[in-house]
């Protein structure tokens, strides 16, 4: 069954996690606590990506493109 | 550094073996070549040095990978953070704390307690206790019955079930030559002592305490270990923290190895010399040292060391590895020092015929001014020895604390010695010693071999009884002793401060008395653990040492 196999896996992973960060050995508060922390800073990071990256990526793709288009004559217009 | 005379011994492409370290590959690790140079480059194992060397030396430590390291120190750093905010709760009351404190009404004086340096204690140490102190209740052979206990509040205190695991296969032990037995002639021996003798002596040597058991013991581990005279010593611990005082003082110098065992530390410390501290197994650190002090003598005044002492040991427990004794004992000729061989682990374990580190080497024991060892790992029983010279042996009977304070062995223990020593010579009529012997040499082997291949970081010595598994991060030592005790395999871990901060292990001892099943069965558990928590770190790029090209004459001088 892939499903089981995959699963199996995915919880081997979790235990590589649990047992490099240690949180293997701290008590059931402390790993909520650990993880809440965790999550929240891996949501915040992921959010903040969402927003900014395809702007920055735009931005950056209007300017090369400024770069090499003024070579060809072309009429280059901002799109916002 | 290049050695012109030496290019004509070994090619270009031979890498730096045995301790070498040159600034081009920057800080090695000693005993530890890292990149070979070309993969196609032949290592083979003449003997290069004169003979010193009469078989093939292969010791190596590979490498910790780069990601472990970061990835050990990272959970760590959670540790302590952990750490720090439990003791804040501690500190506010909100949580009980149960580690000692003092009373309230003493709370204005100076501190009992020093809470910093406990820190590791509490916050690490206690997480994963229950891999250690571990109760057995049966003799400790190769299985080995164990109290089955619980905590409930996360190994602050421990409640026993009431059950007995039974049949733990034992790696923890050091039962090297398996006399750790409840039948056999050993016990009736040691028992028919006991109806005799009883168990008490009430006395020290120098008393009423020197019993007729005691001057045979004394010869028969003289003629062991092929020295004039030998004594023995109830403790082993004791023996070397207590007589080493005896033989050096102050005005005399002490070289030690790095990693050389805590009553080695205690006992040159206690004595008042001076001590230098040489790398491990490093000899041409070693030579340096010797060089410096016959050059410039003592610190201020310029004079001559009374006395230089070089303290080094068989085998080292952590580490597995084996000290370079013809390299030591060519350099204690060439700057008349003395040399003091501690074989705590080695007697008994290594040699064809179980003498020891001197016998593996194929060295006079005359060579060897001060050969001390212990009886707790290969004879079954508990004590140390020293063995020499008559007049120095005789000089310690008088001087030497442990001689002259400490109550003096155990009649039974006594005979268990003697019964085992004799069965190791052979003198007993059978051939059960030599078996033995064969039996761990190639238990060894095997062990290592199958180790290796699977792909563990082992630490060590080919011919090394002693296996040192690396674990690395800490939550890691905890789940392989737990993991391992599940599968009814007992293992001894090891982490901080015994070992480096992040170089914890797990030790393996090996004995005569595993047959080969249980070997197959403990090395198929490991594998089993070793990929649940994926411990195979090892990339192959181990370099086996080899012989370095010797001079008998000069060392070259390194930079470190």
């Not at chain 1, 931005?59 to 070579?71: P, R």
Request: aromatic share 12%; glycine share 8%.
């Amino acid at each position: 069954m892939d499903f089981k196999s995959m699963k199996n896996y995915i919880y081997w992973l979790y235990c590589q996690f649990e047992l490099i960060t240690c949180s293997y050995l701290m008590e059931p508060w402390e790993k909520l606590l650990f993880y809440t922390f965790n999550i929240t800073m891996l949501v915040m990071v992921l959010y903040t990506a969402y927003i900014f990256v395809p702007v920055h990526i735009s931005t950056a793709f209007q300017f090369f493109l400024h770069l090499f288009g003024s070579q060809h004559e072309n009429t280059v217009s901002i799109v916002k | 550094m290049e050695r012109p005379e030496r290019a004509a011994a070994a090619p270009d492409a031979q890498p730096r073996a045995n301790g070498c370290s040159s600034a081009a590959h920057g800080a090695l690790r000693n005993g530890y070549v890292r990149g070979l140079p070309a993969p196609d480059t032949k290592i083979n194992h003449i003997v290069h040095n004169g003979g010193l060397y009469k078989r093939p030396f292969n010791e190596a430590f590979e490498e910790t990978p780069m990601l472990v390291a970061v990835l050990t120190y990272v959970g760590y750093g959670v540790l302590t953070l952990f750490g720090y905010l439990r003791d804040f709760m501690r500190q506010w009351k909100i949580e009980k704390c149960q580690n000692a404190t003092e009373r309230e009404e003493q709370k204005d004086f100076v501190p009992l307690y020093q809470d910093f340096e406990n820190f590791y204690n509490r916050n690490l140490y206690m997480r994963i206790r229950d891999s250690w102190n571990r109760p057995i209740c049966s003799v400790p052979g190769a299985k080995v019955d164990m109290m089955e206990r619980v905590s409930h509040d996360y190994n602050w205190t421990f409640t026993y079930t009431g059950k007995v695991i039974k049949d733990i296969i034992n790696m923890g032990s050091y039962n090297y030559l398996g006399f750790a037995q409840k039948a056999g002639t050993c016990q009736e021996a040691a028992a028919k002592v006991l109806s005799q003798y009883g168990a008490g002596v009430c006395s020290t040597r120098q008393e009423m305490g020197n019993l007729d058991k005691h001057e045979e013991l004394e010869k028969l581990v003289a003629r062991f270990l092929g020295v004039e005279s030998a004594m023995a010593y109830g403790m082993g611990f004791a023996t070397n923290s207590m007589n080493i005082p005896a033989l050096v003082g102050k005005g005399c110098l002490i070289l030690s190895d790095e990693l050389n065992h805590a009553s080695l530390v205690l006992g040159a410390r206690l004595s008042g010399a001076t001590i230098r501290i040489f790398k491990h197994n490093n000899m041409q650190s070693l030579e340096k040292l010797l060089k410096d002090a016959i050059v410039h003598g003592q610190p201020r005044t310029r004079r001559p060391w009374k006395k230089i002492l070089i303290l080094v040991e068989g085998i080292y427990s952590m580490e597995g590895s084996i000290v370079r004794l013809p390299e030591v004992i060519a350099l204690k000729k060439k700057y008349k020092s003395y040399l003091y061989l501690d074989e705590a682990h080695s007697i008994g374990a290594l040699g064809p015929s179980g003498r020891g580190v001197v016998e593996y080497f194929g060295l006079n024991p005359e060579d060897v001014d001060v050969m001390m060892g212990t009886f707790t790992k290969s004879f079954g029983a508990a004590g140390g020895y020293i063995g020499g010279k008559k007049e120095l042996i005789d000089y310690l009977r008088t001087y030497s604390h442990s001689a002259v304070y400490a109550t003096s062995m155990s009649p039974p223990v006594v005979e268990q010695i003697i019964t085992s020593m004799k069965c190791i010579m052979g003198e007993d009529g059978t051939t059960v010693g030599k078996a033995r012997v064969q039996q761990l040499a190639e238990n060894t082997r095997y062990f290592r071999r199958r180790l290796k291949e699977m792909g563990f970081i082992i630490y060590g010595n080919e011919d090394s009884p002693v296996v040192p598994l690396m674990l690395y991060m800490p939550a890691k030592i905890g789940a392989f002793g737990r993991e391992m005790l599940k599968r009814n395999i007992g293992v001894v871990v090891v982490g901080f401060p015994a070992t480096p901060i992040i170089e914890s292990r797990a030790r393996f001892c090996l004995s005569a008395a595993h047959t080969k099943e249980m070997l197959d069965t403990a090395l198929k558990e490991i594998n089993e653990v070793g990929d649940l928590l994926q411990l195979k770190y090892s990339r192959h790029r181990l370099v086996p040492i080899l012989d370095r090209p010797f001079d008998e004459t000069t060392y070259e001088e390194t930079e470190d």
